[in-house]
């Protein structure tokens, strides 16, 4: 650990919950240097939604390594990118009837959403965004505007302008869209008629807050009505996560931008992406770039998981089945320990359990990674014990990880029965 801790940034974070060093990994699970391996609830935030070290999508790419494949190429033209382009357009776009021009950014979420914003605002010739409470966008200047996390607005060092922020759906029971559009019809309410509005249809890192298709709908009527555009962050919770490819699908809103990053490029390599309609394509060329924005071999992966998983539903049926397995345990723990645990939070396989508190949330997480799983905490306060797994786990390996969480919660609420007593 000396070389980590004397060399490495403090703003490090992730290893801190979970100090060990790790050397390889498979699927779901994680190995040490010393041999001892862990389930993984993490699956890189998000970005390894078909596991690690997929052998399907490995074989793709090492195929392409050995025959000298472009590696970088900027905005070039190749055949790695081609590819990539037409299987998102035959086996995603085409089957939801979906029309989009496809911008390469540079390789982080955060930059997908700089992208769209000032898309939104040359397109419109307007600046204000709306965005919503606990809603998480990344950590970039213009995408933080778009944050609510307090943490990470803290870090910017400097005001942050540019958004204004309604309540989402449940926030404080405060209905946010009647707001909205009763301010939108009033010329003295404040607020500067938006470009855009942006969400996350499930809020990841907020706490797991689901929208439910009759607001969102009802947001879509809103900007519609008003010619404001509607930006789907489909980040973290697309690409499958929710059991739909995009979160937004059983709502059937079109939205006229959608960000998407994380596994997108299939084996956890970097990659983001603007989807816009063809009429919103505005850009001058080279007038939103990154040198990074040609990551050819995310390309050769995106497009084997686009092949290998999204030509059928099978695996829309795979995570449909998984997550089933994941709401029961949900249910059973809020029924067994009501000391604990306040509600269900989440859909599909970005679900998640709220407890009592944050620091009952980090117990559980402290406890189940000495047990052999790396599991995370979201919410405001950290109060969300989120399961996120590959979607790909076996039925048996996610009753591993599953059973490890019920026995580490139950330890949990024995310990603090007896510090009660």
């Known amino acids: 650990m000396e070389i980590f801790n004397k060399q490495e940034s403090n703003v490090k974070s992730y290893c801190n919950s979970f100090p060990v060093v790790f050397t390889s990994a498979k699927g779901c699970w994680l190995t040490t240097d010393s041999g001892e391996?862990?389930?993984?609830?993490?699956?890189?935030?998000?970005?390894?939604?078909?596991g690690h070290n997929n052998p399907v999508l490995k074989k793709a790419l090492v195929d392409y390594i050995s025959n000298d494949g472009i590696t970088h190429g900027l905005d070039m033209f190749t055949q790695a990118k081609a590819a990539f382009l037409t299987a998102l357009r035959n086996h995603i776009f085409a089957p939801r009837n979906l029309d989009y021009k496809v911008q390469f950014t540079g390789p982080t979420g955060t930059n997908a959403v700089e992208a769209a914003?000032?898309?939104?605002?040359?397109?419109?010739?307007?600046?204000?965004?709306?965005?919503?409470?606990?809603?998480?966008?990344?950590?970039?200047?213009?995408?933080?505007?778009?944050?609510?996390?307090?943490?990470?607005?803290?870090?910017?060092g400097t005001p942050l302008f540019g958004t204004s922020?309604?309540?989402?759906?449940?926030?404080?029971?405060?209905?946010g869209l009647a707001l909205f559009e009763t301010m939108l019809n009033d010329n003295s309410?404040?607020?500067?008629?938006?470009?855009?509005?942006?969400?996350e249809t499930l809020q990841g890192e907020g706490g797991l807050n689901v929208a439910s298709n009759e607001w969102l709908q009802k947001l879509s009527k809103i900007c519609k009505a008003h010619g404001i555009l509607l930006i789907v962050d489909d980040i973290q919770a697309g690409c499958g996560r929710t059991g739909t490819f995009f979160s937004f699908e059983p709502s059937g809103i079109n939205p006229d931008i959608v960000t998407l990053s994380k596994s997108i490029g299939g084996y956890g390599l970097p990659m983001a992406l603007v989807l816009l309609k063809p009429e919103l394509d505005k850009w001058l060329p080279g007038e939103h770039n990154g040198t990074f924005r040609g990551n050819n071999h995310a390309f050769v992966t995106a497009t084997k998981a686009i092949e290998q998983y999204w030509q059928n539903d099978d695996f829309e049926g795979h995570i449909a089945d998984r997550s089933q397995q994941v709401s029961k345990t949900i249910d059973r723990s809020?029924?067994?320990?009501?000391?604990?645990?306040?509600r269900a939070k989440g859909r599909g396989m970005m679900q998640g359990i709220e407890c009592k508190s944050g620091d009952i949330a980090s117990a559980i997480?402290?406890?189940?990674f000495e047990k052999g799983m790396i599991i995370e905490t979201a919410g405001p306060d950290d109060e969300v014990v989120k399961f996120f797994c590959p979607l790909t786990i076996s039925e048996s390996e996610l009753?591993?990880?599953?059973?490890?969480?019920?026995?580490?919660?139950?330890?949990?609420a024995n310990e603090l029965t007896r510090k009660a007593s």
Do not use: W
């Open 334 to 342: 809020l029924k067994q320990l009501s000391s604990l645990f306040v």
């Open 189 to 199: 309410s404040g607020l500067d008629k938006p470009a855009a509005v942006l969400l």
């Open 399 to 412: 009753e591993q990880g599953l059973h490890i969480f019920e026995k580490a919660a139950q330890e949990v």
């Open 37 to 50: 391996r862990y389930i993984d609830f993490l699956a890189g935030a998000g970005s390894l939604n078909y």
């Open 117 to 156: 914003m000032k898309l939104a605002r040359k397109v419109t010739g307007r600046t204000n965004i709306v965005t919503f409470t606990n809603g998480f966008h990344g950590c970039t200047m213009g995408a933080l505007t778009a944050t609510g996390n307090q943490h990470h607005r803290g870090g910017a």
């Open 165 to 175: 922020r309604i309540p989402y759906e449940g926030y404080a029971d405060i209905d």
């Open 365 to 368: 997480s402290r406890r189940c």
